[in-house]
């Protein structure tokens, strides 16, 4: 039997909705608009198209973006001083670094220097740790994306073997880390694989929600899956380019194989990916109403 697709771009739109209506109520309530600055180093075609976008959604939902391109070449120090120009600018409510950051840039000092009460990335130390004792202010992006497509397709977290494989810190540990949480859309029993994971098809099998962030095509196949199991695919991987000459996108699992055992799949594109987005524009609303003493 085919599995249930879970429309990321649909649930997106409710996302979009929802936050679209709430900055129009901040902004009846209060007289202000929640201000996006993003700040891009270099012109990486991925970064670029990605900064694009987010800038983009800012306008669609009645936010303000403050958009910041720089050269390749431009030094750490100057990128500290705009950071700390954009941690005192009352209009600016979240600050993302686009990264990756050109070598020349130490990437901690970078996300180290933002405020963390600006920090709508949410990889500053301050609001990882924040994460970890369960207390979130900013939930990073991708994970917060993935835990809200497993609550609005219905899924069962609570008790549920989750296994997510990747343990990167943007998405493979905190994901681990919100669905592993004594609280409501968690309480799940978590388990992280890795390449020194032995007999990977041992623990993906007996998983309810299977979450691949490898960045590896094909990384998991249908025979890894436990029937009816949920399955998330964070992967990008760009593999040569579709017939309109535009980059052919796959994701970590195979997509046909996995469609014959799994009950519930995000495809590629049109999964995770849009979903991230939506949750930046979320959290840069949660700093706007932050400031204003708007805890809702
Ligand atoms: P990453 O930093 O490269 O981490 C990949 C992780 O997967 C590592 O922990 C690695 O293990 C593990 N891994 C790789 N191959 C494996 C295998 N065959 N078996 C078991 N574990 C394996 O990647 P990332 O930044 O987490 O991103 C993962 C994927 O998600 C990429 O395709 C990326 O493009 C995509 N992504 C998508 C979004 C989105 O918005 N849709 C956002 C972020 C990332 P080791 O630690 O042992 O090396």
């Given at each position: 039997m085919a599995a249930q697709i879970i429309d990321g771009r649909a649930i997106t739109r409710q996302v979009h909705d929802e936050i679209r209506e709430e900055a129009a109520d901040l902004a009846a309530r209060y007289g202000i608009r929640p201000g996006l600055a993003t700040v891009l180093v270099g012109e990486n075609p991925a970064s670029v198209s990605y900064v694009t976008a987010k800038n983009r959604t800012c306008k669609e939902l009645g936010m303000e973006s403050f958009h910041h391109p720089l050269p390749a070449e431009t030094s750490q120090e100057k990128l500290l001083t705009l950071i700390d120009q954009l941690n005192r600018?009352?209009?600016?409510?979240g600050i993302l670094v686009q990264l990756?950051?050109?070598?020349?840039?130490d990437e901690s000092q970078v996300l180290l220097s933002i405020d963390p009460d600006k920090d709508v990335d949410g990889f500053h130390p301050v609001n990882v740790g924040r994460l970890m004792i369960g207390e979130?202010?900013?939930?990073?992006?991708t994970p917060a994306g993935i835990q809200e497509l497993l609550l609005r397709s219905n899924?069962?977290?609570?008790?549920a073997e989750v296994v997510v494989v990747g343990r990167s810190n943007i998405v493979g540990k905190p994901i681990a880390i919100m669905l592993v949480q004594k609280a409501d859309g968690a309480d799940a029993t978590v388990t992280i694989c890795h390449t020194?994971?032995?007999?990977l098809e041992d623990h993906t099998r007996r998983a309810e929600i299977l979450i691949v962030?490898?960045?590896?095509?094909?990384?998991?196949?249908?025979?890894?899956i436990r029937p009816g199991a949920t399955v998330i695919d964070v992967g990008v991987n760009r593999v040569g380019t579709t017939d309109s000459g535009k980059a052919k996108l796959v994701g970590d699992v195979d997509f046909a194989s996995a469609c014959e055992v799994a009950g519930k799949i995000t495809p590629v594109?049109?999964?995770?990916g849009p979903m991230t987005i939506a949750m930046l524009m979320r959290n840069t609303l949660r700093a706007a109403k932050l400031k204003v003493g708007d805890r809702r």
């Open positions: 600018d009352e209009r600016v409510h990756p950051l050109p070598q020349h840039i979130p202010r900013f939930p990073p992006c899924t069962t977290i609570r008790g020194r994971t032995r007999h962030a490898a960045g590896r095509p094909a990384a998991i196949s249908g025979s890894m594109p049109g999964g995770v």
